[in-house]
T-cell receptor
Framework: DAKTTQPNSMESNEEEPVHLPCNHS???????IHWYRQLPSQGPEYVIH???SNVNNRMASLAIAEDRKSSTLILHRATLRDAAVYYC?????????????FGPGTRLSVLP | NAGVTQTPKFQVLKTGQSMTLQCAQD?????MSWYRQDPGMGLRLIHY???????DQGEVPNGYNVSRSTTEDFPLRLLSAAPSQTSVYFC????????????FGPGTRLTVL
């Protein structure tokens, strides 16, 4: 799987939008972009994923650059509960589809 | 659905002891996997299974064994615990394809003295 680069940490104020960037300059045409987050003392949880088009769900939006070399996870109104480590992961199609490569991620702090 | 469950939540072992970390899922998922997470780091894949009777090694398999006799259960065995295996262990499952959501358990915090 291609590598991703994320900032180590970011801060946001409560109820403000948050844009979490991810660079993946070596992404292949078939790689899906997945975002997971890990709340303190919990296992990771799925946030969103996409291939080429921007995606929205109840948790967040995913904006994918036209050349797919970068993407941004958007939390529209940060809450204290959104404080977590956010992982950007590329998933290459393979026979088993099992190996998720988790880097160190971005630690998001939300200030009241 | 209970989702992915793991037992125990905490465990302390002495060097050389063996133990089994339990993982179960009730979503009828084909794929299951074990990860370890060391302080301040991301997750690393230990072993995974694509279905009952089929397992394979991940990135850091040494010192661990797995088996998959049923769809629901995927235990992780530490053969002879070492301090380097002190970590938080997460079990995960997903239905099948590359784009499927992966569901994680709450983790087992293991300390080896």
């Amino acid at each position: 799987d291609a590598k991703t680069t994320q900032p180590n940490s970011m801060e946001s104020n409560e109820e403000e939008p948050v844009h979490l960037p991810c660079n993946h300059s070596t992404i292949s045409g078939t790689d899906y972009i997945h975002w997971y987050r890990q709340l303190p003392s919990q296992g990771p949880e799925y946030v969103i994923h996409g291939l080429t088009s921007n995606v929205n769900n109840r948790m967040a939006s995913l904006a994918i650059a036209e050349d797919r070399k970068s993407s941004t996870l958007i939390l529209h109104r940060a809450t204290l509960r959104d404080a977590a480590v956010y992982y950007c992961i590329l998933r290459a199609p393979d026979n088993y589809g099992q190996n998720f490569v988790f880097g160190p991620g971005t630690r998001l702090s939300v200030l009241p | 659905n209970a989702g992915v469950t793991q037992t125990p939540k905490f465990q302390v072992l002495k060097t050389g002891q063996s133990m089994t970390l339990q993982c179960a899922q009730d979503m009828n998922h084909e794929y299951m996997s074990w990860y370890r997470q060391d302080p301040g780091m991301g997750l690393r894949l230990i072993h995974y299974s694509v279905g009952a009777g089929i397992t394979d090694q991940g990135e850091v398999p040494n010192g661990y064994n797995v088996s998959r006799s049923t769809t629901e259960d995927f235990p992780l065995r530490l053969l002879s615990a070492a301090p380097s295996q002190t970590s938080v262990y997460f079990c995960a499952s997903k239905r099948g394809s590359n784009t499927d959501t992966q569901y994680f358990g709450p983790g087992t915090r293991l300390t080896v003295l």
